[in-house]
């Protein structure tokens, strides 16, 4: 009887504790529960989560993710700035409206594929991320292509006020015709970001006596590519000049992104990379009009994902408009001339010189004269074959062309002599040629003196 009555007592302590554990499975986890879509999944990361996510897309990186806070006014002992020199790329802008008719109608047939392998149980994006997906519409208007944006306003104003506090004492208000000279390439970006940054540097009440200067056609000084036969010929119009891109893209680690973003909507045959690059392409400017919200269609990709497809623009640039070919450069003199010659003049005391100058143009530009300037120069060339190596590159366009991309310099006059800076994303950089970041008058004509002098355009455009 007393086995009897032990055996019962087993039995239903078994029974209790089967039915605790089954309670402890059914109770629900605190917080969100982001459950991938597929159950093997189970480890996927919802992009809603990310607290910090990936936000560099090359030149179509927004310009807050460069910019220099600190505009504190720059004090050098024994020195006062006496001319200030500016090229600086327009601000965030639409896409193409050729690019914005896709958009509009290529990519609601994505996500509409997307919703429809999510409910056949395919892909590892999180409940959220799909919802986020499914909310999703193309608002912009079509017939307001490469427009600047509201955020490309703002960047460009910031630039102006931020240059502005830092060389208060050269860079005075209000606006005085004689001593400023803006000047802008002919389109609505470039005029329109001139306009923010004048805003930014001489105020509300002063940014109607402002007169900006539009570029002459042709337009050897700000879009000297779109003249140069050459260049033309050698470079945009040749698609062997793009071999190690197309070799990128044709290797395991390109070709693995393509899989990896498959696999991620749930797609059983590999997508084209047409319509990778058209969920890219939305996520980038989704990230460039508004920089701090969230991107639905960023979601698709992984962190690595993003990194492969910004070397890719990286291999592009580099051969267009970098050190892959030396007309990318030889041709972008007159401005390398343009700076020069004004800060020779103020040196030698020749006739009375403007404080300032300012420049408005295009990535291509001033990547080019950027490059002429001797910067962002690696040891190595950017190659298909050797991403693993160049992870620290200095030629990376998140960094150094992004929207609002800019180099300038200020000539300064010091109780021993004259110093240049050269500042790039409102950061001083030390220049080639030069000891330190605040460089010697005579280092900085050793070194670009001869390129100025030599300075031959027609010629050196000629086929």
């Known amino acids: 009887m007393k086995k009897l009555f032990n055996l019962v007592i087993l039995t239903l302590f078994l029974v209790l504790f089967v039915q605790a554990g089954e309670h402890s499975k059914k109770s629900p986890i605190k917080g969100k529960n982001k459950t991938p879509i597929n159950k093997k999944q189970n480890q996927a990361v919802c992009y809603d989560d990310v607290n910090k996510p990936y936000v560099f897309f090359g ?32 601000g965030s802008r639409n896409p193409t409206t050729k690019d914005m008719i896709k958009l509009k109608s290529v990519l609601p047939l994505i996500q509409s594929e997307i919703m429809s392998n999510y409910k056949a149980g395919r892909g590892s994006l999180c409940k959220d991320d799909i919802k986020n997906l499914e909310k999703w519409k193309f608002h912009a208007d079509v017939d307001d292509g490469e427009l600047l944006v509201k955020e490309g ?94 070799l990128f893209e044709e290797s395991d680690d390109f070709l693995s992104m393509i899989q990896s973003v498959t696999h991620r909507v749930g797609f059983v045959s590999t997508l084209n990379f047409s319509d990778i690059n058209l969920m890219y392409t939305m996520c980038l400017f989704d990230k460039a009009w508004h920089p701090k919200k969230l991107s639905p269609w960023c979601a698709v990709f992984s962190k690595e994902d993003l990194k492969i497809l910004e070397y890719r623009e990286d291999i592009e640039f580099y051969y267009e408009n970098g050190y892959g070919f030396p007309i990318n450069y030889e041709q972008a003199c007159l401005p390398l001339k343009n700076v020069y010659d004004s800060f020779r003049r103020v040196v030698d005391n020749v006739s009375s010189n403007p404080k300032g100058k300012f420049y408005f143009t295009h990535t291509g530009t001033v990547l080019k004269v950027m490059t002429r300037f001797g910067l962002f120069k690696d040891a190595m060339p950017v190659k298909h074959s050797n991403r693993e190596l160049m992870k620290h590159r200095e030629w990376r366009t998140s960094l150094i062309s992004s929207f609002g991309t800019h180099l300038a310099l200020v000539l300064f006059n010091c109780t021993d002599g004259h110093y240049v800076t050269a500042y790039v994303q409102e950061r001083p950089i030390k220049l080639p040629g030069c000891m330190n970041e605040l460089c010697k ?23």
């Open 153 to 246: 306003f703002k960047e460009l104003k910031g630039i102006g006020e931020r240059f502005q506090h830092r060389f208060r004492t050269l860079l005075t208000r209000p606006f005085v015709n004689s001593s400023y000279i803006f000047q802008h390439t002919d389109t609505e970006r470039t005029n329109t970001s001139a306009w923010a940054f004048a805003k930014g540097m001489f105020g509300k009440k002063n940014i109607g006596d402002v007169f900006f200067q539009k570029s002459s056609t042709p337009d050897p000084l700000l879009r000297f590519d779109q003249v140069c036969d050459k260049w033309k010929k050698i470079v945009h119009a040749n698609s062997d000049a793009l071999i190690e891109r197309t």
């Open 441 to 463: 008058f005579s280092d900085f004509s050793a070194q670009y003196e001869p390129l100025a002098t030599s300075c031959d355009f027609e010629e050196t455009c000629r086929m």
């Open 59 to 90: 030149t179509k990186t927004a310009y807050r993710w460069n910019r220099n806070k600190n505009d504190d006014e720059v004090t050098l002992p024994g020195c006062v700035a006496q001319q200030f020199w500016i090229l600086a790329r327009h």
